[in-house]
């Protein structure tokens, strides 16, 4: 009984030692969550990388937007792949049918959504059932934002920031997009901000850790995010993003006193830092112009 009480006590003194070694490692081993944020040289965080996509790509590998934009579905913050099927928040989604497998139906998982003035909401149902003629992606059009959420790679200099956005993948026709943004503290161009252009006319500054963009001059082709969520040329954007560590976290405030009953505030995006060097942007296919072969003139329109 004696020798059993000691190897007993022998097995909880080796196993303490085991928690105390595990305990201290822990403590002393870098977390990728808690990773310092690099900033530049006037203290300002650095936001510039390539944001999304997998972090381990192996050689040649593109990286498309499977995070991030119209081609991610989030819930609280979170990333899912709209090409798995059968989420937490899908119901029937084996059955093969349209509504079981388009993704314009099965994808949503934000419950977060735009509320529309009710002389408004008959046009979002139509937009919304007749997805494949009146999207905007199928006819090679930009996203625009919000809906193209956070830009794939951004370069910072101490003047402005450029956001480079993926081409569309899969049946969209989205090109690949750009923005300059200055960052100098400058107001909006009076004459580019009555534009009526895709992504507005965007001027940029700091409010601490959190680069603060507004924008306003759109057009009203763009969709606020599909289902026929769409605004109208008043519209009017904030973004706001920081950086902790190696993820870069989005946020997108709409006012469209047109359309909308209140501002909406989109759900924070949370994108990591893609580290690998092989990663790059893919050039997108070349818009098809349906319409050549029913060209009867040499008018241009």
Request: negative net charge.
């Amino acid at each position: 009984m004696a020798n059993k009480h000691l190897k007993l006590a022998a097995c909880i003194a080796a196993l303490a030692t085991a928690m105390m070694a595990a305990g201290a490692s822990a403590q002393t081993a870098p977390s990728t969550a808690s990773a310092a944020t690099p900033r530049k040289p006037d203290g300002k965080p650095d936001l510039s990388g390539i944001w999304g996509g997998p972090s381990g790509a192996e050689p040649n590998q593109r990286i498309d937007a499977t995070v991030g934009g119209e081609s991610a579905r989030y819930a609280g913050g979170v990333a899912f792949d709209p090409f798995r099927r059968c989420s937490p928040l899908q119901v029937d989604c084996s059955d093969f049918s349209n509504r079981a497998i388009d993704p314009e139906f099965t994808g949503r998982m934000d419950p977060n959504l735009p509320v529309y003035k009710p002389k408004y909401w008959d046009k979002v149902q139509y937009l919304d059932i007749n997805t494949n003629s009146q999207d905007p992606l199928f006819a090679c059009q930009s996203y625009g934002i919000p809906r193209g959420g956070p830009p794939a790679r951004i370069v910072q200099t101490d003047k402005d920031v450029v956001f480079l956005y993926r081409a569309g993948v899969g049946a969209s026709t989205k090109p690949a997009d750009y923005r300059v943004i200055p960052t100098d503290g400058r107001p909006h161009d009076p004459v580019r901000a009555l534009d009526v252009t895709f992504y507005g006319d965007s001027v940029g500054k700091w409010e601490g850790d959190t680069l603060v963009i507004a924008s306003v001059g759109f057009n009203d082709i763009t969709w606020m995010r599909t289902g026929g969520y769409f605004h109208s040329d008043q519209m009017h954007v904030v973004e706001r993003l920081w950086r902790e560590g190696d993820t870069l976290l989005y946020q997108i405030t709409v006012e469209d006193p047109e359309v909308l009953v209140e501002p909406w505030v989109m759900t924070p995006v949370r994108v990591p830092l893609n580290k690998s060097p092989a990663a790059y942007l893919p050039e997108g296919d070349p818009c098809k112009d349906y319409d050549l072969e029913n060209m009867s003139s040499q008018i241009r329109h």
